[in-house]
Structure formats: structure tokens, C-alpha cells
């Protein structure tokens, strides 16, 4: 999101082997086409879309992972695999009752997307003793061939890797779509009208069940903000209200710069506090970020805290956009009248970062550390597909039972408050994690083994 650029920045000063933009040779998926000719209709002018990955480190890719303790030895910094996910979220015991998100589709919207998108999933599968899975590439539109000397390709080609193998890693069995649109998302006069066709389009032909999105753009940057105009952007919302109409859940990352956000240029910061879309939008589960700190199996050595470390922090607040929706009515002390995000929070500390393998740019190929909440929102994915699963359904609008089960004894809602730590950053003092709702972390992260359950109502 915001902080993708200037999270790159900081990181290249960390000669440490590991990069959210890496390398490419091979082949994509199985590639379909969408309706590329149908005519875009929707467009917002002077809005800069970013994707959300920001673990840039370095340019040379590792020809193995590191473990957690060589990460902390020799890089300075935590780093974390699939398998530890699974065992800090409590997946395993899922997987023990054969949910692995089995006949459920998880739909990933990227500009450009990856060329070597199943060859590098099917070596972080064989690392991480991952079964393979066939990605379908649909391409919406004009996409250009694929230039790894173009740093906006390889940027969104690192998101896209990034956004495929966490899904995976969670969701094993689930069907993964990686929609490529063809328009850079830059601060974005276009490229969200193209994402959310493309969206809409999905949808009505009953592909998706849950949508995940690593990216966004700061409300204040849309044409009319400024006015109280917000119409270019509520008129990008069809997608959305389209997945509500089909029960298609929807998730966005909250950001990686804090309590701001970038401005039109894509790089200064807001030196107040700012929101972002699709985050901010009521029909979206906004998935904010939190610092793990894991052993080499996993194991919490440290209750969870608000991803802020000195490469990025976890986006929230409240829209300067939209009003407070029904389900946050009782977090409105939070809140006041103004939607809150995030909703839920998952693993984006760049001190944490994930494993990726990204062989896009032949001059990059190999093992890269990733961090930021483009992170975090697939991992839910993975998550909302096994729930699905369980339920023998999509739940669609997720939010309502987010907040019910908030409600409950943490035992029974599979809710794990998250309670120290803050989303400051820059120069914007930020909010602090607390006991209950709060915008640094909404409602805490998961046990999965219980969320998921109580979640399908199973």
C-alpha cells in the first residue's frame, strides 16, 4: 500500500539477501482470458494505487531460506516460513480434520502479475513440502509482456508472488486466480476502474469466493476529497457491492505506513493521520498487521504485538470517507461516527518477514524475505477459504460475524486480542493497541483451529 516505496528504500540499506522484487525465468499457470474487450466504463482520475509489498532488502536472491535464528544472527532481523505460520495460527489441526480449503477459490487482483508464477510456486511448495496446485492466470485487458527491467512490473510481480504462495501455504487445496490487469497503479488516474471490472466480472460468473487485495490508495488523494466530494471513489464500489450481492467475501490490506499514507507523488507521507481504500470501505474486511516472534518450530516466545519496526507499521483509523457502519456500533467509542479499520490483523513485521521464491528477473532469482500487510491479507484468504469449507458455503460480507464473535469468550471465538504496541509513523502519532477494539489492530488475530470453526458456525 502506501509505504510500499519507502519501505524498499529503507530496506536496500539492509544488505541483508533478501527482497520483496526478485527474479524471473519460467512459465505462468494455466492463463484464460477474461472479457479483455468489454469496455471500461468507471474511472477515477489523480489516484495513485500501490501494492502493499514492502520487504525490499536487497537485490541478491539466497539459494536456500534461512531459519528464524540464523534470520536474527546474521541479518538482524526475524524471518519465518510457511510451516511456522501454520503452527503460531493453530492451522495443523485443521488440516488433521480436512479442511484445507478444498473446492473453494481464493481470486488475487495484481497489475502485470508474474511469468514465472507456477514455477516459483512449485519450488516454494517442494521447499516447504507444500502439495502443488495448478494457478490460473485470467488476464484482464491489454497486459504488456512481462519487462523485468521495469520496476513497476517487478514490483507488482513481487506483490503477486507474495499474495499466491501465502494463499496457498494456508489454503492448500483451495483454487487460486491471479487476475493481471495491464495499468500501472500509480497514485491512479486509472488502474482501480480496471481492478474492480475485472472484480465484478469474476464474480458474477461465480469464480470467486473470497477476493484478496494488497493494495490501495490514500482517500485524500481521490479527485473531490478535499470538497467533501467523495464520488470518485464511491463510484468504484460496484465491485463490492456486487460481492456482497453474492456472497463473495472481500479483504484489503490496511497499509504499511501507520496512521498515514502516502500522497498523490506516492512517496511524502500525510503528516496527519489518513485512511485508505479499498481498506477503509464498509463492505471490505480491512487486515491490518502484527509482529510475530516466533522460534525455529513456530512457538511464541512473545504474546503478539502491532507490527512497528523500523521498516514499516500496520494501517489504521478512520475514513474520512465513510460513515460508521451497523456492525461497529459497539466499538463506536472507538471509532465515533467514522468507519474504523483495520477489522483483524495477521503476521507483516518486516522484522518477521516471510519466505518468498521469485525468479521474475533472472539478475534477482532465488529466496527473498517479504513484509507489510500485502502479506497479511493473503494469509487471511487462506483462512476465509478453509472457513468456507468448513461451512460447505461462501459466508460473503465477513464483518457482521467478526464483530459478533467479538462478543464471545476468546475460547469459543478463536479471537486473540492483541493489546501493546502502536501504528505511529513519520511524524504521525499513531493509535495504541488496548484491551478489546482498537485501530491498531481491530479485533486481534486468531487461533485458527477455533476462528475458523466458530466462524463456519461448525
Request: hydrophobic content about 35%; proline content about 5%.
Amino acid at each position: 500500500m502506501g509505504s510500499s516505496h519507502s519501505l524498499r528504500r529503507a530496506l536496500a540499506l539492509l544488505a541483508v539477501g533478501a527482497t520483496a522484487l526478485a527474479a524471473g525465468t519460467v512459465s505462468a499457470g494455466t492463463t484464460t482470458s477474461a472479457d479483455a474487450s468489454a469496455p471500461v466504463t468507471h474511472r477515477a482520475a489523480g489516484v495513485h494505487v500501490r501494492p502493499a509489498s514492502a520487504g525490499h532488502v536487497n537485490a541478491a536472491g539466497r539459494t536456500a531460506p534461512l531459519t528464524t535464528s540464523q534470520c536474527v544472527s546474521e541479518l538482524g532481523i526475524h524471518c519465518y516460513s510457511p510451516l511456522q505460520y501454520r503452527e503460531a495460527y493453530n492451522l495443523n489441526a485443521l488440516y488433521r480434520e480436512g479442511v484445507t480449503g478444498k473446492g473453494r477459490t481464493i481470486v488475487i487482483v495484481d497489475s502485470f502479475g508474474s511469468p514465472t508464477i507456477q514455477h516459483d510456486l512449485e519450488v516454494f511448495d517442494k521447499q516447504w513440502g507444500l502439495p502443488d496446485t495448478q494457478v490460473e492466470v485470467v488476464k484482464w485487458g491489454n497486459v504488456p509482456p512481462f519487462d523485468p527491467t521495469n520496476p513497476d512490473h517487478t514490483g507488482w510481480a513481487g506483490e503477486a508472488t507474495l499474495d499466491v504462495e501465502y494463499a496457498h501455504a494456508v489454503a492448500p487445496d483451495a483454487h487460486i486466480i491471479l487476475v493481471e490487469t495491464g495499468v500501472a497503479e500509480t497514485e491512479g488516474t486509472t488502474g482501480l476502474p480496471e481492478m474492480m471490472d475485472a472484480e465484478q466480472a469474476l464474480i458474477r460468473s461465480g469464480r470467486a469466493d473470497v477476493i484478496s487485495q494488497s493494495f490501495g490508495a490514500t482517500e485524500n488523494t481521490f479527485p473531490g476529497f478535499d470538497k467533501g466530494d467523495f464520488r470518485s471513489l464511491t463510484d468504484l464500489r460496484y465491485a463490492f457491492k456486487e460481492a456482497a450481492a453474492h456472497d463473495v467475501t472481500v479483504l484489503a490490506s490496511s497499509g504499511d505506513n501507520g496512521a498515514t499514507d502516502a500522497k498523490e507523488n506516492g512517496t511524502d507521507l500525510y503528516p496527519y493521520r489518513v485512511n485508505s481504500w479499498p481498506s477503509s470501505d464498509p463492505l471490505v474486511t480491512s487486515i491490518g498487521g502484527t509482529q510475530l516472534t516466533l522460534d525455529d518450530a513456530g512457538r511464541r516466545t512473545a504474546p503478539d504485538k502491532v507490527w512497528h519496526d523500523a521498516y514499516g507499521a500496520g494501517g489504521g483509523g478512520v475514513s474520512g470517507v465513510f460513515g460508521r457502519p451497523l456492525y461497529q456500533a459497539g466499538v463506536a467509542k472507538v471509532t465515533g461516527d467514522h468507519r474504523g479499520t483495520p477489522d483483524i490483523s495477521m503476521s507483516a513485521a518486516v522484522d518477521g518477514g516471510a519466505w518468498t521464491y521469485e525468479s521474475y528477473d533472472p539478475t534477482r532469482t532465488g529466496w527473498h524475505l517479504t513484509g507489510g500487510t500485502s502479506e497479511a491479507a493473503p494469509i487471511f484468504s487462506g483462512v476465509v477459504a478453509l472457513a468456507d469449507q468448513l461451512a460447505g458455503r461462501r459466508l460473503g460480507q465477513l464483518n457482521w460475524r467478526l464483530y459478533g464473535l467479538d462478543l464471545l469468550p476468546a475460547q469459543r471465538s478463536g479471537l486473540v486480542d492483541v493489546t501493546t504496541g502502536d501504528n505511529s509513523w513519520d511524524s504521525v502519532t499513531g493509535y495504541q493497541a488496548t484491551k478489546g477494539y482498537d485501530l491498531a489492530s481491530g479485533l486481534g488475530t486468531i487461533d485458527a483451529a477455533r476462528f475458523v470453526h466458530a466462524l463456519a458456525g461448525r
